[in-house]
């Protein structure tokens, strides 16, 4: 039986049978995995798995029974628990999870494991918002998926538009226009789109930096999911979150 360590974040877990726990993990080895950690809900379990909650960072050592990937046993590296005690926190791991997936594969994936860990490092541990750290990721996962909007420059015509006060913002061009060659676009303050820009542009050990004006965050929570759903083609705002699954 060949065993395999992997080190990973628990993005969900699924219940199984009557002590059984289904963990979806990403690793830094190979990617997304599904891994079953049997009996960690047997009364009086103790050692062998500790990883078993979702945002728990973790050693795994597994091996492969009749097909499936096994738990033989786990080791917390970083329980990121303040996440669990605070709801807005809860509500913004759930999201940041749910973009996560959308760009995760059975494929090694450092900027996107890195870009998680220091999500859930600065919502355990940090100061930012909640809710900024949530646009910050989002904004990032968009540049890191391919589809980094244009901002400073009429994505039609090439015009600088950083001159304006208000910009109007095109999802089928791709970015911001100049006003000659937009239509019916809706614009959004300047202030907003750089604070997009700059989101993308930011490091990972820098995301617990960013501190959006309300005026700001609201037309970004807008902007920035609307434009993620128009070019993936699906919807990525949780509804109804199940937060601890």
Same mark, same amino acid.
């Given at each position: 039986?060949?065993?395999?360590?992997?080190? @990973?974040?628990?993005?969900?877990?699924?219940?199984?049978?009557?002590?059984?726990?289904?963990? =979806?993990?990403?690793?830094? /080895?190979? %990617?997304?995995? =599904? $891994?079953?950690?049997? %009996?960690?809900?047997?009364? @009086?379990? &103790?050692? =062998?798995?500790? $990883?078993?909650?979702?945002?728990?960072? @973790?050693?795994?050592? $597994?091996? /492969?029974?009749?097909?499936?990937?096994? $738990? #033989? =046993?786990?080791?917390?590296?970083?329980?990121?628990?303040?996440?669990?005690?605070?709801? +807005?926190?809860?509500?913004?791991?759930?999201?940041?999870?749910?973009?996560?997936?959308?760009?995760?594969? !059975?494929?090694?994936n450092d900027e996107l494991f890195s870009m998680l860990y220091h999500a859930f490092s600065f919502l355990a541990y940090g100061n930012a918002?909640?809710? +900024?750290?949530?646009?910050?990721?989002?904004?990032?996962?968009?540049?890191?998926? @391919?589809?980094?909007?244009?901002?400073? !420059?009429?994505?039609?015509?090439?015009?600088?538009? &950083? #001159?304006?006060?208000?910009?109007?913002f095109s999802f089928k061009s791709g970015g911001s226009l100049c006003t000659d060659c937009a239509s019916d676009q809706p614009t959004y303050s300047a202030l907003a789109?750089?604070?997009?820009?700059?989101?993308?542009?930011?490091?990972?050990?820098?995301?617990?930096?960013?501190?959006?004006?309300?005026?700001?965050?609201?037309?970004? !929570?807008?902007?920035?999911?609307?434009?993620?759903?128009?070019?993936?083609?699906?919807?990525?705002?949780?509804?109804?979150?199940?937060?601890?699954?």
């Amino acid at each position: 039986m060949a065993f395999q360590t992997l080190t @990973g974040i628990v993005l969900r877990y699924t219940d199984y049978r009557e002590n059984d726990r289904i963990l =979806s993990v990403l690793t830094r /080895e190979n %990617g997304l995995v =599904s $891994v079953t950690a049997r %009996g960690v809900r047997a009364k @009086g379990k &103790t050692v =062998s798995s500790n $990883v078993k909650d979702a945002y728990c960072y @973790g050693e795994f050592i $597994v091996y /492969e029974r009749n097909g499936i990937d096994c $738990v #033989s =046993s786990s080791t917390i590296i970083e329980a990121f628990y303040p996440i669990r005690e605070d709801y +807005d926190k809860l509500l913004a791991a759930a999201q940041i999870v749910r973009i996560a997936e959308k760009l995760a594969s !059975n494929r090694p994936n450092d900027e996107l494991f890195s870009m998680l860990y220091h999500a859930f490092s600065f919502l355990a541990y940090g100061n930012a918002q909640p809710a +900024d750290l949530v646009l910050c990721f989002a904004a990032k996962f968009l540049a890191l998926a @391919g589809y980094a909007p244009v901002l400073t !420059n009429c994505s039609c015509c090439g015009k600088p538009v &950083t #001159s304006e006060k208000q910009i109007p913002f095109s999802f089928k061009s791709g970015g911001s226009l100049c006003t000659d060659c937009a239509s019916d676009q809706p614009t959004y303050s300047a202030l907003a789109l750089e604070a997009f820009r700059r989101m993308m542009r930011l490091e990972d050990k820098d995301m617990d930096k960013v501190r959006l004006p309300e005026s700001a965050r609201t037309e970004l !929570n807008k902007l920035i999911f609307d434009y993620a759903e128009y070019v993936l083609e699906q919807p990525i705002r949780l509804k109804n979150p199940k937060l601890v699954q």
